[in-house]
């Protein structure tokens, strides 16, 4: 098994993300994989002349070895002005297995590059919130009202038990948002419960939530994260 499998994950600026996926494969990844999606933050304004403003954002998955993470990482980071308020930020998280990248081949002792990143800051976690469409600005505002930064919404499709499948004979996919939310450790739970409250995921249908441990965040403006 390999365990310097790293998935890293930047969220940046829209049109940015080809001068940052040039840089990462310049600094030794492969290639990557662009999602679009929007993203709210809170040095960026909801508002303008009134009306409501889409910050459009780019996400970047890219596999990565964590003998090149660093590298990858920092390059990600300067080419995406990351850590600059509205711009974006980036993690990494560990993959237990990585199929059609056969080349990324286990490198023993070359697995001490995200602890060296995190920068003296506490560990962060990756809240992943599936709902449906239209209830996102709800999860936005709940995180935010608990201490969260801010969040990064993805569209989808999803189809549970408790949802109708077809209509007329008509097969429904019904549509989904899937919010990334970067918080700090200590935040987790009272962000979490935020969330569940706020779109009621106790009850059929109406999402889910988990949450998963992330390695090394850079590009993050911590002097505005108020750690206690």
Not at 39 to 54: A, I, M, Q, S, Y
Not at 107 to 114: N, T
Request: no cysteine; proline share 4%.
């Amino acid at each position: 098994m390999n365990l310097n499998h790293r998935l890293m994950i930047a969220i940046v600026k829209r049109g940015h993300s080809r001068q940052v996926i040039d840089a990462a494969k310049k600094a030794g990844a492969d290639g990557a994989t662009i999602v679009y999606g929007e993203g709210v933050g809170r040095n960026e304004k909801p508002t303008f002349l009134g009306l409501p403003v889409t910050h459009e954002k780019d996400v970047i998955f890219i596999a990565v070895d964590g003998s090149n993470e660093t590298a990858i990482a920092s390059a990600v980071s300067k080419s995406g002005k990351l850590g600059k308020p509205g711009y974006g930020l980036g993690f990494t998280v560990h993959l237990n297995k990585l199929l059609g990248v056969p080349h990324l081949k286990e490198m023993p002792g070359l697995q001490k590059g995200a602890k060296e990143m995190k920068q003296g800051y506490e560990d962060f976690q990756l809240i992943v919130t599936i709902v449906n469409t239209g209830d996102s600005q709800k999860v936005i505002k709940a995180a935010a009202d608990a201490g969260a930064e801010g969040g990064t919404i993805l569209n989808g499709r999803g189809t549970g038990v408790n949802e109708q499948r077809t209509f007329m004979n008509f097969t429904i996919d019904p549509e989904k948002d899937v919010i990334l939310t970067l918080v700090p450790s200590s935040y987790t739970d009272k962000v979490v419960s935020s969330i569940e409250q706020a779109v009621d995921l106790n009850a059929p249908g109406r999402g889910i939530a988990f949450l998963i441990d992330v390695e090394n965040v850079f590009g993050v403006n911590h002097s505005s994260l108020d750690f206690k």
